[in-house]
Nanobody, 125 residues
């Protein structure tokens, strides 16, 4: 089983930027589609972005398209989420996920999916 540790969250003003990292250990992630999800208080966890195992395909939720960029460095066993033009509605705990299925331009968790512990992102208005 792969272990995931997110980092890079914090407090930022509206319009600011953050870069989240997800470091994997225990198994190489090079064959996995990797993704980011988020959960705001009182809401369900939602899909944010997914990247194919080779990095050639990326898909985003409409709410973050054009502002967020997912990338990966398989040599470092790490996935990133660059978040620009942040808005208060982006405030949430962000989770990294390994071994997703990509269906209809969305990352879909399966019973094999591994999750990180999450990192808090807070955007002040």
């Amino acid at each position: 089983q792969v272990q995931l540790v997110e980092s890079g969250g914090g407090l930022v003003q509206t319009g600011g930027s953050l870069r989240l990292s997800c470091a994997a250990s225990g198994r190489t992630i090079s064959r996995y589609a990797m993704g980011w999800f988020r959960q705001a208080p009182g809401k369900e966890r939602e899909f944010v972005a997914v990247i194919s195992w080779g990095g050639g395909s990326t898909y985003y939720a409409d709410s973050v398209k054009g502002r967020f960029t997912i990338s990966r460095d398989n040599a470092k066993n790490t996935v990133y989420l660059q978040m620009n033009s942040l808005r208060p509605e982006d405030t949430a705990v962000y989770y990294c996920a390994a071994d997703l299925e990509i269906r209809r331009a969305t990352g879909v968790p399966t019973r094999r999916t591994a999750w990180g512990q999450g990192t808090q992102v807070t955007v002040s208005s």
